[in-house]
């Protein structure tokens, strides 16, 4: 087993206003599948997600990659755990300002024993023409395929991607999840992705439906479809 979840649950606050956000959450992700979480603001799947990249810690329950368990290890052995599995891409870019995009991209590269290669990788994200320009330079799409760039230049085992296209407009977003596809497909990296985006399941291996901190649906699709042919 890849991606092991087994009973998660994870509260905030203390006494009468304590919310249990994640209730009992147990599933499973194979190696190189596009695995979306889906749900509606407050269901618990960005948490989930946060707990799965060792942000967040649970109450109880467990993660564990490849039979590595998260809650076994010391500070140090998850800072070294994020560096070898783990590529993040978030709604906001959080590129550094006065580095240009193939330095922004390299910065992930220095937290990896085996980086891919940088002209490759820019040629695949459609930027190797821009590779001198600073961030306010690029347009929002181009910010977040370098932000992907940075994520995935370290060759993780999985990609953590929390509403990668929340803040952009329809063709935007289809242009960065065409990427995160061919991403997926070239370098077999696990995606886990957390939308509210009903339409993005279709492109998924497997969809996880939370609700209330509760898994509702865990399906495997399919009748998947490419990114390009998205409608919504």
């Known amino acids: 087993m890849f991606l092991e979840i087994n ?3 994870k509260g905030f606050g203390q ?6 956000v994640l209730k009992g959450i ?4 194979k190696k ?3 695995c979306v979480l889906l749900g509606p603001s407050g269901s618990g799947k960005s948490t989930l997600l946060n707990i799965i990249g060792g942000i967040d810690a649970a109450d109880s329950g467990y993660v564990a990659i490849e039979g590595e368990k998260m809650a076994d290890m010391t500070e140090k052995q998850l800072t070294g755990y994020r560096r070898k599995h783990l590529g993040y891409i978030f709604q906001m870019y959080n590129l550094i300002p006065n580095l240009n995009v193939k330095e922004n991209i390299e910065v992930g ?9 940088i002209g490759e990788l820019l040629n695949t994200l459609g930027l190797y023409e821009h590779r001198h320009k600073l961030p306010n330079q690029l347009s929002g799409g181009q910010q977040q395929r370098c932000s992907i760039g940075r994520a995935i230049i370290k060759n993780p085992d999985i990609l953590l991607c929390d509403e990668p296209t929340g803040a952009l407009d329809y063709n935007t977003s289809k242009e960065v999840l065409k990427i995160i596809e061919q991403v997926n497909r070239k370098y077999g990296n696990t995606v886990v992705m957390v939308t509210h985006n009903d339409a993005i399941k279709n492109m998924a291996d497997r969809v996880i439906k939370l609700r209330d901190g509760m898994i509702r649906h865990d399906i495997r699709n399919e009748q998947k479809i490419s990114a390009e042919d998205l409608d919504w």
């Open 7 to 9: 009973n998660l649950k």
């Open 32 to 34: 190189g599948e596009i």
């Open 109 to 117: 590269a220095y937290l990896s024993d085996n980086p891919l290669d």
């Open 26 to 29: 147990t599933c499973d992700i």
């Open 15 to 20: 006494g009468s206003s304590r919310v249990e």
